[in-house]
């Protein structure tokens, strides 16, 4: 049986087994933490949102 896929940005989501565990969509393999388990989309997203705001928050480099 092939899982279905729900795609969001860079990440798709399976129903059936592996569901609630962010995947990627090039390679279609699960997503880890950094202690090396599979991610849930909400920790992907929550750490991608922390990501986002350093970024947002460091000094512009244009002269």
Same mark, same amino acid.
């Given at each position: 049986?092939?899982? $279905?896929t729900?795609?969001?940005g860079?990440?798709?989501? @399976?129903?059936?087994?592996?569901?609630? #565990?962010? @995947? $990627?969509? *090039?390679?279609?393999?699960?997503?880890?933490?950094?202690?090396?388990?599979?991610?849930t989309? *909400?920790h992907?997203?929550? #750490?991608?949102?922390?990501k986002? #705001?350093?970024?947002?928050?460091?000094? $512009? *480099?244009?002269?």
């Amino acid at each position: 049986m092939v899982p $279905s896929t729900r795609v969001r940005g860079g990440v798709a989501g @399976w129903a059936g087994v592996g569901a609630g #565990e962010a @995947w $990627s969509r *090039t390679d279609l393999v699960p997503l880890l933490d950094q202690a090396g388990r599979p991610a849930t989309f *909400t920790h992907w997203y929550i #750490e991608w949102l922390q990501k986002a #705001e350093l970024i947002a928050h460091q000094p $512009s *480099t244009n002269a």
